[in-house]
Nanobody, 118 residues
Framework: QVQLVESGGGLVQAGGSLRLSCAAS????????LTWFRQAPGKEREFVAA????????AYADSVKGRFAISRDNAKNTVYLQMNSLKAEDTAVYYC???????????WGQGTQVTVSS
């Protein structure tokens, strides 16, 4: 049973934009923080962004600050990652993960490929 559904990945030129979506069931959405990670070829998975939830404001990796923006649509049980000014080094598989209140991740999406051509 698929708990998190990601979409929006694709191929884009450097400087372009993409918006990723992560949709969850209402029960997961209401009890978890949907967080974005990414994994580039040959590298470890890394944190990208988390929405304002218990921490009060969104959190971003330094590498994406000022370029990426995370938002929530509570009516659609969906979190978005707006990615602007994309760089070749943003190329990765992007994953959505559901973080519980204890800091653990209970669910992961299947990943969506983002490729930025230079």
């Amino acid at each position: 049973q698929v708990q998190l559904v990601e979409s929006g990945g694709g191929l884009v030129q450097a400087g372009g934009s993409l918006r990723l979506s992560c949709a969850a069931s209402s029960s997961i959405f209401s009890s978890h923080s949907l967080t974005w990670f990414r994994q580039a070829p040959g590298k470890e998975r890394e944190f990208v962004a988390a929405p304002a939830w218990n921490i009060g404001r969104p959190a971003y990796a330094d590498s994406v600050k000022g370029r990426f923006a995370i938002s929530r649509d509570n009516a659609k049980n969906t979190v978005y990652l707006q990615m602007n000014s994309l760089k070749a080094e943003d190329t990765a598989v992007y994953y959505c993960a559901a973080r519980n209140t204890r800091g653990g991740y209970d669910y992961w999406g299947q990943g969506t490929q983002v490729t930025v051509s230079s």
